[in-house]
Protein backbone atom coordinates (compact mmCIF):
# COMPACT_ATOMS: atom_id res chain seq x y z
CA UNK A 1 0.00 0.00 0.00
CA UNK A 2 0.83 3.63 -0.65
CA UNK A 3 2.49 4.98 2.70
CA UNK A 4 4.68 8.30 3.44
CA UNK A 5 6.83 9.48 5.96
CA UNK A 6 7.40 12.94 6.50
CA UNK A 7 10.13 14.25 8.97
CA UNK A 8 12.20 17.04 9.75
CA UNK A 9 9.40 20.10 10.86
CA UNK A 10 10.14 21.91 14.11
CA UNK A 11 10.24 24.96 15.25
CA UNK A 12 12.22 27.57 13.72
CA UNK A 13 12.50 31.47 14.37
CA UNK A 14 11.57 33.65 11.47
CA UNK A 15 14.21 34.10 8.75
CA UNK A 16 15.49 30.63 9.05
CA UNK A 17 15.02 27.48 7.07
CA UNK A 18 13.86 24.02 7.57
CA UNK A 19 14.54 20.57 5.07
CA UNK A 20 11.42 18.04 4.99
CA UNK A 21 11.79 14.64 4.07
CA UNK A 22 9.09 11.95 2.63
CA UNK A 23 9.90 8.88 2.25
CA UNK A 24 7.58 6.96 -0.17
CA UNK A 25 6.84 3.53 -0.41
CA UNK A 26 3.82 1.55 -2.57
CA UNK A 27 4.22 2.57 -5.54
CA UNK A 28 6.74 2.93 -8.41
CA UNK A 29 8.35 6.52 -7.41
CA UNK A 30 10.42 7.30 -10.34
CA UNK A 31 7.20 7.20 -12.44
CA UNK A 32 4.89 10.49 -10.69
CA UNK A 33 4.45 13.69 -10.10
CA UNK A 34 4.76 14.67 -6.58
CA UNK A 35 3.68 17.46 -4.20
CA UNK A 36 4.04 19.16 -0.99
CA UNK A 37 0.56 20.59 0.40
CA UNK A 38 0.52 22.34 4.02
CA UNK A 39 -2.50 22.95 6.04
CA UNK A 40 -2.48 26.19 8.76
CA UNK A 41 -5.06 26.20 11.32
CA UNK A 42 -8.42 27.41 10.02
CA UNK A 43 -7.11 27.16 6.80
CA UNK A 44 -7.99 25.17 4.00
CA UNK A 45 -4.86 23.02 2.47
CA UNK A 46 -3.21 24.52 -0.12
CA UNK A 47 -0.46 23.76 -2.46
CA UNK A 48 3.13 24.65 -2.08
CA UNK A 49 4.88 23.28 -4.35
CA UNK A 50 5.07 19.90 -7.21
CA UNK A 51 7.62 17.98 -9.01
CA UNK A 52 6.89 15.95 -12.05
CA UNK A 53 8.93 13.16 -13.12
CA UNK A 54 11.83 12.44 -15.19
CA UNK A 55 9.88 11.81 -18.32
CA UNK A 56 8.41 15.34 -17.60
CA UNK A 57 11.84 16.80 -17.03
CA UNK A 58 11.68 16.82 -12.98
CA UNK A 59 9.76 20.62 -13.63
CA UNK A 60 8.88 22.08 -10.96
CA UNK A 61 5.88 24.72 -9.71
CA UNK A 62 5.61 26.58 -6.49
CA UNK A 63 2.76 28.79 -5.09
CA UNK A 64 3.54 32.75 -5.41
CA UNK A 65 3.73 32.47 -1.44
CA UNK A 66 7.15 30.39 -1.40
CA UNK A 67 8.35 31.28 -4.29
CA UNK A 68 12.46 32.09 -4.24
CA UNK A 69 12.27 30.49 -0.74
CA UNK A 70 11.21 27.14 -1.46
CA UNK A 71 12.86 24.41 -3.26
CA UNK A 72 10.97 20.81 -4.12
CA UNK A 73 13.46 17.98 -5.03
CA UNK A 74 13.73 14.44 -5.34
CA UNK A 75 15.53 11.63 -5.33
CA UNK A 76 14.23 8.36 -7.09
CA UNK A 77 16.89 6.12 -6.31
CA UNK A 78 16.07 6.69 -2.75
CA UNK A 79 12.10 7.11 -3.21
CA UNK A 80 12.73 10.49 -1.30
CA UNK A 81 10.90 13.63 -1.65
CA UNK A 82 12.39 16.79 -0.18
CA UNK A 83 11.51 20.46 1.02
CA UNK A 84 13.83 23.22 1.48
CA UNK A 85 12.56 25.90 2.90
CA UNK A 86 14.81 29.52 3.25
CA UNK A 87 13.37 32.51 4.82
CA UNK A 88 10.91 31.55 6.73
CA UNK A 89 8.42 33.46 8.20
CA UNK A 90 5.39 33.14 10.36
CA UNK A 91 2.48 32.61 8.16
CA UNK A 92 4.94 29.24 7.07
CA UNK A 93 3.33 28.00 10.24
CA UNK A 94 1.30 24.83 9.32
CA UNK A 95 1.37 21.13 9.22
CA UNK A 96 3.11 19.69 5.51
CA UNK A 97 2.47 16.82 3.82
CA UNK A 98 3.41 14.93 0.86
CA UNK A 99 1.35 13.85 -1.60
CA UNK A 100 1.24 11.95 -4.96
CA UNK A 101 -2.00 11.17 -7.22
CA UNK A 102 -2.32 7.78 -8.74
CA UNK A 103 -4.61 5.91 -10.67
CA UNK A 104 -7.17 3.64 -9.86
CA UNK A 105 -9.94 1.43 -10.93
CA UNK A 106 -12.24 4.31 -10.02
CA UNK A 107 -10.29 7.14 -11.23
CA UNK A 108 -7.45 9.46 -10.12
CA UNK A 109 -6.81 9.31 -5.92
CA UNK A 110 -4.97 10.98 -3.79
CA UNK A 111 -3.10 9.72 -1.16
CA UNK A 112 -1.15 12.00 1.95
CA UNK A 113 1.30 11.41 4.73
CA UNK A 114 0.80 12.23 7.97
CA UNK A 115 2.16 15.08 8.22
CA UNK A 116 4.97 17.25 10.10
CA UNK A 117 4.76 20.05 11.75
CA UNK A 118 6.04 23.34 10.84
CA UNK A 119 6.33 26.53 13.30
CA UNK A 120 7.46 29.74 12.51
CA UNK A 121 7.71 31.89 15.54
CA UNK A 122 10.20 34.39 17.54
Known amino acids: QVQFVESGGGLVHPGGSLRLSCAAS????????MNWYRQAPGKERELVASITSASAGYSTRYADSVKGRFTISRNNAKNMLYLQMNSLKPEDTAVYYC?????????????WGQGTQVTVSS
Open 26 to 33: GFTFSSYA
Open 99 to 111: NVVLPSSTGLRGY
